[in-house]
């Protein structure tokens, strides 16, 4: 029996170099520590024709896989898979002179930058949960998205991440390549592969990666999947897009899936269509359209990808370039990938209402096709372990959360339990307390009011408005309590007016250094990723969200803090909107009043700090006022936490994904009927 499973399995999977790297860690019925059988039942299923499979093309994928479903390995951890020390920069210099923060495990897969990564893991989790039929396209960066430095006061350095491919537990490079056909060369690439497994482990959905470090290519085809999101000139930009789109068809040929929809997560992946669509009529084009279903996440401008024609008629065949050529100039005359994307796809859908709202305005002929799918996040990969613990302890009422996040909604029937009511406060001190431990060196309080804004540095995220006034910060915290500030995140590479929020920030706490911090400490964290994100968005008090609207297509980071019960302090933006009335928190800021998009850069700075500053103090002293003397366990501030709590039954991947199901794969498939799960 467990040797007909492996044999089963290297039939179906041709692992690369199995003997001597692999047959340790696969073979008698197991996978890394992972059951074997999940993955035998999902290849087998994904050749079947009539299981009409999706293929989900991401440039990113952040899994989470140094906390969830870890695989495990005979071979102890190389250190270059290990996570780095991370500095600290905060007003109590004395600890960041003498500390870094330790973080002993496995480093995430690094093929990731941030939400838009995050979002497709948290799908692709999710797609492994319901069962579907379905395969993950991504790229295998080999030295991810970028390692951020501070470096000291002056701002943030970006360091390559250094990590191995061959020895990350679970990641397998397989004996399959497949070719690019360009107009005067072709490239070879080589697949690897990484099983997502399902929460309860019973499937396994494959992620195939995509890899052109192997020896046949040429030097600078090899640095096409070096780096996530180089930008340093157009033909590696466009190149790493034709590797994604074109590669990503071709490895699901050679591996023998008939997959019948193509999804893709950003325009990034929209060559994909090209591939397939070589040597059709106008004809078969249309009728290839009917497969292509697109989700767009983002709302400004500078996101939409744009080359120039010459660009792209000097590095395809010609019958590539007139395809894109007709579906994808603009007025300006550059090719742009959004507008391929909305014309080559049947399905175009935004990542909320609200930019839903904006994509009709920036799109106004494809007005009536533009859908919206509100993002959501994997409940597993965010819930604590405590709070999952607390949820079981009180099903029922609610139920069984394991099964159907939905039931989260029950939390609001124990709005009146004593009991719960304590215990929810104590699971988030039980969370607090590992932020806290986390960051010991500079003594961070479990009984101080702790509000955190991490995420990616962009002008229209307004990473500094908290740090408007730091007067003002001070006299809160004199007013109603001590504040504890924790800021983390990364600017891009290219991004110059990134940096200077940066700089910004630092130089603020640099000229408080050393003063005050009994009342106010502000923290700020170097290289925000994935790991912290869970402490972080399960850890705080209050999770700061001030975009300024409406150029936040949705943001997640808050639906993470929601399912832990932190209350939201926020601009009315992205998924917001749709969660206003729900009690989560506080909404301040500059309102968009719908009908013109108005400009990114005028960000009305000075009146939303006077807001966040208003509103801060209003919260803190809720906060404060319950655990006065003794637990008050009427404090409004629970209120808050369980009003969070039940909202998360809808910001979650499982909603997500029914409406995926139902608004965009099964009216693709109309034809031959809905999608089997
Ligand atoms: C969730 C997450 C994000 C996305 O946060 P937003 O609120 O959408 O800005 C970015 N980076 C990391 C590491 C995350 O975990």
Redesign the pocket.
């Known amino acids: 029996m467990e040797d007909t499973s492996l044999k089963e399995f290297l039939a179906l999977v041709e692992v690369d170099d199995f003997d001597k790297r692999y047959s340790k860690d696969i073979g008698s019925g197991k996978y890394f520590g992972f059951p074997i059988e999940p993955v035998i039942q999902a290849e087998k299923r994904l050749r079947e024709e009539k299981e009409r499979a999706i293929a989900y093309f991401s440039m990113e994928y952040?899994l989470a896989t140094s906390f969830y479903n870890t695989f495990q390995s005979q071979n102890p951890p190389r250190a270059e898979n290990k996570t780095p020390r991370n500095t600290v920069f905060s007003n109590y210099r004395i600890a960041d002179y003498f500390f870094d923060v330790q973080i002993d495990s496995l480093i995430d897969l690094p093929i990731y930058s941030?939400?838009l990564g995050?979002l497709a893991g948290d799908t692709v989790k999710t797609m492994a949960d319901y069962k579907l039929p379905a395969v993950g396209i991504g790229i295998l960066w080999h030295s991810g998205y970028f390692r951020q430095e501070f470096w000291f006061k002056y701002g943030q350095v970006p360091e390559k991440t250094h990590w191995d491919a061959y020895s990350y537990p679970g990641l397998i490079p397989l004996k399959n390549t497949v070719t690019i056909r360009l107009k005067n060369e072709e490239i070879r690439l080589k697949l690897w592969k990484y099983y997502v497994y399902s929460y309860k482990r019973d499937y396994a959905l494959p992620l195939i990666l995509l890899d052109a470090e192997i020896p046949e290519n040429r030097e600078d085809i090899k640095t096409l999947t070096e780096q996530l999101y180089r930008s340093d000139n157009s033909w590696i930009k466009l190149m790493q897009r034709v590797v994604l789109g074109f590669g990503g068809v071709n490895a699901i040929s050679a591996l023998g899936y008939p997959v019948k929809i193509f999804h893709l997560n950003e325009g990034h992946a929209v060559f994909a269509f090209v591939e397939k669509a070589r040597g059709y009529t106008d004809q078969q084009v249309e009728e290839l359209r009917k497969q292509f279903c697109y989700t767009c996440h983002t709302p400004v401008q500078a996101g939409h990808d744009r080359f120039s024609q010459d660009d792209l008629q000097g590095v395809l065949q010609e019958e590539d370039f007139r395809l894109i050529q007709r579906f994808g100039t603009e007025d300006s005359g550059l090719i742009n990938l959004t507008l391929l994307s909305m014309n080559v796809a049947s399905s175009i859908n935004a990542v909320s209402k609200r930019h839903q709202e904006v994509m009709q305005l920036q799109f106004p002929s494809y007005k009536e096709r533009i859908k919206y799918v509100t993002n959501g996040?994997h409940p597993y990969t965010w819930i604590s372990g405590d709070y999952l613990k607390l949820f079981k302890n009180f099903s029922p009422p609610i139920g069984d959360v394991e099964s159907d996040p939905m039931s989260l909604v029950q939390a609001m029937s124990l709005k009146e339990n004593s009991d719960f009511r304590k215990q929810i406060w104590l699971a988030h001190g039980a969370n607090k307390e590992r932020l806290c431990s986390l960051l010991e060196k500079w003594k961070l309080k479990e009984d101080v009011f702790t509000v955190c804004w991490a995420?990616?540095i962009a002008a229209y995220?307004r990473p500094s408005l908290i740090l408007q006034d730091i007067d003002r910060l001070i006299e809160i915290a004199q007013k109603t309590g001590p504040l504890q500030i924790i800021l983390a995140g990364k600017a891009h590479p290219n991004d110059n007016l990134g940096f200077t929020f940066i700089n910004e920030m630092l130089d603020k706490v640099d000229k408080l250094a050393d003063k005050d911090y009994d009342i106010l400490k502000i923290v700020i964290l170097e290289n925000?990723?994935?790991y912290?994100?869970?402490l972080l968005?399960s850890g705080v008090d209050l999770w700061l969200?001030n975009p300024y609207p409406p150029f936040?297509a949705?943001?997640?980071?808050?639906m993470?803090a929601i399912l832990n019960g932190v209350v939201q302090m926020t601009t009315s933006d992205g998924w917001v909107v749709e969660a206003e009335d729900k009690g989560i928190g506080r909404v301040f800021g500059y309102r968009y009043a719908g009908g013109k998009i108005g400009s990114e850069f005028d960000r009305s700075i000075k009146a939303d700090a006077q807001e966040l500053y208003e509103t801060l103090e209003e919260l803190s002293a809720v906060y404060y006022s319950t655990f006065k003397d003794k637990l008050n366990l009427s404090s409004r501030w629970i209120d808050m936490m369980i009003n969070c709590v039940a909202t998360g039954a809808h910001f979650n991947t499982y909603r997500m994904l029914n409406e995926y199901k139902s608004l965009i794969w099964d009216p693709c498939l109309k034809e031959e009927g809905a999608l089997r799960v």
């Open positions: 952040g941030g939400g995050v996040v995420r990616r995220k925000y990723d994935i912290l994100g869970k968005t969200n936040e949705s943001g997640t980071s808050g993470k």
